[in-house]
């Protein structure tokens, strides 16, 4: 016995497993690194997986952020049995990213954002069969193909945010054999049909937690109405919403769990079917809320928000033409004195 695990055993060591593991729970990574240095004791402890599982290590190519990544990159090399959430990001070589998540065989989660993958990636991504979040926010494909991944093949996923790329006609009805994905983050995904997006809504009514999709030609009133009926929903994203019209808006008040709303693009929005709907009880819980480009918001709508909006800590109404570059405009910081407000 080292003098180290001597001390340890007369000192907090005495108490249990369970306890240690408790108060070790809450360390920030770098103290519990430093816990694992104390006495082997601890260092079996402070590897196990329950402490390591919420712990998102990341790894980024971003200039300024060299010496903290190389620090996780030696973790990453060190504790690789328990990486269990690794973020790459800023990193455009697919290679220098495909080594870093190989040295990780126990992922539940990938999260690749400003990275440049290639086609090969579909069939690396099949070696972390229990992923539970795949995210490819803002990266690219360096292929003229797109990426085809069976997403379905992820039993535990409950997490997918997409760029551009890696849902089509030959993957997406992968996603409502998905039974336990309640967060889907698609809107820069284009090519979906209305038919598909009413089965996907209607496979996730019961389940779905945050929904961001392009809109377009593939939603419309009906979908609205559908998704009225989602009963966990918290976060809705629509960013073409010009095929919408007022008998689908005013069907969102149904929304009991809504918290943030994001609604992109419309000139069929009546004012008063606007009003009717962000007056009601459900809306006005709302934590943020962007109705970008949105014709008939008007100086009314927005005060009935600055007076009801009890929650609301982000409001956007980038390029409404009733309230930018009007005298109105003026008087919106002493309205929302705690509020990041967005007009362009």
């Known amino acids: 016995m080292t003098a180290w695990d001597k001390e340890a055993s007369e000192g907090i060591g005495v108490l249990p497993d369970e306890i240690i593991l408790y108060v070790f729970k809450f360390l920030p990574l770098e103290t519990l690194l430093i816990c694992e240095k104390v006495c082997r004791h601890w260092r079996k402890l402070a590897h196990d997986t329950t402490l390591w599982r919420h712990f998102v290590i990341i790894y980024s190519g971003k200039p300024g952020q060299s010496e ?3 620090k996780n990159l030696e973790i990453i090399c060190s504790h690789s049995q328990i990486i269990f959430c690794l973020k790459l990001q800023y990193l455009y070589n697919y290679q220098d990213i495909k080594s870093i998540m190989e040295k990780c065989c126990n992922l539940v989660s990938i999260e690749l954002v400003m990275c440049r993958l290639c086609k090969e990636f579909e069939d690396d991504i099949k070696k972390w069969p229990n992923l539970k979040k795949i995210n490819l926010k803002n990266s690219l494909v360096l292929s003229n193909e797109d990426l085809v991944i069976y997403y379905d093949q992820f039993k535990d996923l409950n997490f997918l945010a997409l760029s551009d790329f890696g849902l089509s006609l030959a993957n997406c009805n992968s996603l409502l054999n998905c039974q336990y994905l309640n ?30 999709i392009y809109g377009g030609d593939s939603i ?40 943030h709303l994001q609604i992109w693009n419309n000139l069929n929005f009546s004012e008063l079917v606007l009003l009717q709907t962000l007056s009601s009880p459900n809306m006005k819980v709302l934590q943020s809320l962007s109705l970008s480009r949105i014709i008939n918001v008007s100086p009314v709508i927005v005060d009935t928000i600055s007076e009801y909006y009890k929650n609301l800590k982000f409001l956007a109404l980038y390029q409404c033409p009733r309230i930018i570059n009007t005298d109105y405009e003026k008087q919106l910081k002493s309205k929302f004195r705690n509020i990041e407000v967005v007009l362009y």
């Open 183 to 212: 967060h889907i983050l698609i809107e820069k995904i284009k090519n979906l049909s209305l038919d598909y997006m009413k089965e996907l809504i209607l496979s996730k009514q019961t389940s779905i937690i945050t929904l961001h």
């Open 68 to 70: 903290v990544s190389e």
């Open 220 to 259: 419309d009133d009906h979908c609205l109405q559908l998704l009225s009926q989602c009963s966990l929903l918290k976060d809705l994203a629509i960013i073409r919403c010009e095929n919408l019209t007022d008998k689908g808006f005013i069907s969102l008040v149904n929304l009991n769990e809504i918290k």
